[in-house]
Every structure is written in structure tokens, then in C-alpha cells.
């Protein structure tokens, strides 16, 4: 049976939460039975508690299940409670008592592995990447993968493949390039057209360019790929720049960025990277410094590892003038 929300959930995990909001709103089911209606309606619950996460509305978020009592959506209120404190986060996340309250309760909701509470899992293992515990959310997301090995129910595939991407995605940033693509393959033998595999399927291409520079010639084909089935977004269209960057493309890395720039201004990623592109292209470090500090100003991943670099700068440098 198709997905009612195959473009409600691609949109989602792209970070295309306006319209996966839109998509998931405007979604019917033709279903008679009273179970497959609730269910219906639960997922679509669920998607749209999501993307309003994803859009900042955790607040919203937290107020609307409140008085929710089902596993999963207890789940989703937890995840938009520990979005809202990551992304206003201004020290150290191991020191961060909201963060480190939710990601317990996230983790200790999907000890116990049961096919209804996938979901959870898949929460909680997005959560333990979010903080840099890349072991435990690889650990915690193999665990379920290997107890439902043998599963072919569609809800608990689309699911998997979820768990797959945080393996992928751990497994880079832990430099296990060549295990990163066995899974892949894992996926690819699952379902080679998902938009998941072909996202996942690009960015171990962006890692394994070191090595080959069609690496990065193939990923730039599956981040357009994914634009031209998807539409433009945020991740695709970074993603993308990142490719043309490595392929020495900076003209069109540029162009790329500021679509994106129009799309939702401020990003930090697409700062970032803009500030990469001025400074290869000799731009000078006036419009070098411009991208950088608008980055650094915006919260995320990246201005916090920024602002850590320099903070750890400074004190280097005081140190050494103290004892010079």
C-alpha cells in the first residue's frame, strides 16, 4: 500500500518543514476501518509535531501534548523540549541540565526495543548524534536495526531506514568511511530509489572524495537528484555547494548558497560556507569576515565549535604573552 505521506516525510527530512507541515496537513485517508483511521491520524500527529519542531515551534509543540499520554507522541514532546534547549544553547551541552534531563529520558524511553515504539528510537538516536555521542546513537540505533532484521511490515521499513541514516552519519563522523558504505548498500538493497539512500548515498561520496574526485562528482549528481525529486531545500542545496567546492567550483557554489540565503537568511551552515567560498576566491576578508560573523551570530553546530576555536585561541595567545 503507498504512503499517504511519502512527500510529507521526504520534505520533513530534508528540513522542508513548511511544507511538510502543508503536505501533512492536506493529507486524506480512504481507510474504513476504525483502527487504520486512528492510525491515520496518528502519524499525521506525529509528522506534524515534527516539522513544527523543525521550524522552531517546539514551545507549540510542548503545549499541544501536553496532556498526551500515547508512547510516541511523549516521545515527540520530549524531542521539541530538548530542540528548543539545543538550539538555544550558549555553553557547554554536557553542562546544559535541560539537555542532559531530555536526552535521558529520550534514551531511556527506547531501552526496551518493541516494534510499536520504533519511532522512539529513531528520536533518541537522533538525539545522542545531536550532543556528539556518536557511539551511542551508532550502539543504540544497530541494537533495534539487528532485533527487527527480519521485519517487512512498511511502517517499521520506512523506520529502519531512519536508523540507518544516524548509522551512516555516525559511522563518518567517526572515520568509518568503508563501513559507512556497506551500509548504504544495506540501503540501496532495501529500497535504492528512497530519497533517504540517496541522501546517505551522497554524503559518504562527500567523504570519500579524499580519495577520488569523481567521489565528489557522483555526490554532486545525487544532491541534484534529490532537488530535482524533492525540490530545492536548505540540506540539499548546502550539500550541493559543498561539492562544487571540492570540485573547485566556486562561481556555482556561490550562486547555490545565496538561493538558499533568499530561501531562509541567516543559516548558519550557508553562512559558513559562503565565508569558505569568499576566502578561496580572494574575495578579501571584508566579505570573509561579514559571512563569518553573521554565522558565528546565528545558533548551531557550527558557531559553537567556532566560538570554541577561538575561545581556545585567546587563551593560547594570553598564556603566551603572559609567559614571553
Not at 531501552?111 to 543504540?140: F, S
Not at 548498500?185 to 539512500?197: F, G, V
Not at 548558497?257 to 548558519?268: E, F
Amino acid at each position: 500500500m503507498a504512503d499517504p505521506f511519502y512527500d510529507a516525510r521526504n520534505a520533513l527530512a530534508l528540513g522542508n518543514y513548511h511544507q511538510a507541515v502543508a503536505e501533512a496537513s492536506g493529507t486524506k485517508t480512504d481507510a474504513r476501518k476504525a483502527e487504520d483511521i486512528a492510525a491515520f491520524h496518528a502519524e499525521k500527529e506525529v509528522l506534524l509535531a515534527l516539522a513544527q519542531t523543525g521550524l522552531g515551534q517546539g514551545d507549540a509543540v510542548v503545549a499541544q501534548l501536553k496532556a498526551a499520554t500515547c508512547p510516541i507522541l511523549v516521545a515527540v514532546r520530549e524531542w521539541a523540549v530538548f530542540c528548543s534547549a539545543m538550539k538555544n544553547l550558549s555553553g557547554d551541552i554536557q553542562s546544559d541540565p535541560v539537555i542532559c534531563m531530555q536526552l535521558k529520558k529520550l534514551t531511556e524511553a527506547a531501552e526496551v526495543i518493541d516494534p510499536a515504539r520504533t519511532q522512539i528510537a529513531v528520536l533518541a538516536a537522533a538525539a545522542l548524534l545531536a550532543v556528539g555521542d556518536n557511539a551511542g546513537a551508532l550502539k543504540l540505533s544497530k541494537e533495534w536495526l539487528n532485533d527487527q532484521r527480519h521485519s517487512r511490515e512498511n511502517s517499521l521499513l520506512r523506520l529502519h531506514m531512519e536508523l540507518r541514516v544516524i548509522v551512516v552519519e555516525a559511522l563518518l563522523r567517526m572515520g568509518r568511511t568503508e563501513m559507512a558504505r556497506s551500509e548504504v548498500k544495506a540501503m540501496e538493497q532495501a529500497d535504492e530509489e528512497s530519497m533517504l539512500t540517496v541522501l546517505c548515498s551522497g554524503i559518504t561520496n562527500l567523504y570519500e572524495g579524499i580519495k577520488t574526485k569523481e567521489a565528489y562528482q557522483t555526490a554532486l549528481r545525487r544532491f541534484k537528484e534529490l532537488t530535482m525529486s524533492c525540490g530545492q531545500s536548505v540540506l540539499a542545496s548546502n550539500l550541493t555547494a559543498l561539492a562544487q567546492i571540492q570540485l573547485g567550483e566556486y562561481t556555482e557554489a556561490e550562486r547555490t548558497l545565496l538561493d538558499v540565503l533568499a530561501m531562509k537568511s541567516g543559516d548558519s551552515d550557508t553562512t559558513a560556507n559562503l565565508a569558505v567560498i569568499s576566502a578561496h576566491s580572494g574575495k578579501g576578508l571584508d566579505s570573509t569576515g561579514l559571512y563569518t560573523r553573521q554565522a558565528v551570530a546565528t545558533s548551531g553546530p557550527w558557531s559553537r565549535s567556532f566560538s570554541a576555536a577561538s575561545a581556545a585561541l585567546d587563551a593560547a595567545i594570553e598564556e603566551f604573552t603572559a609567559s614571553a
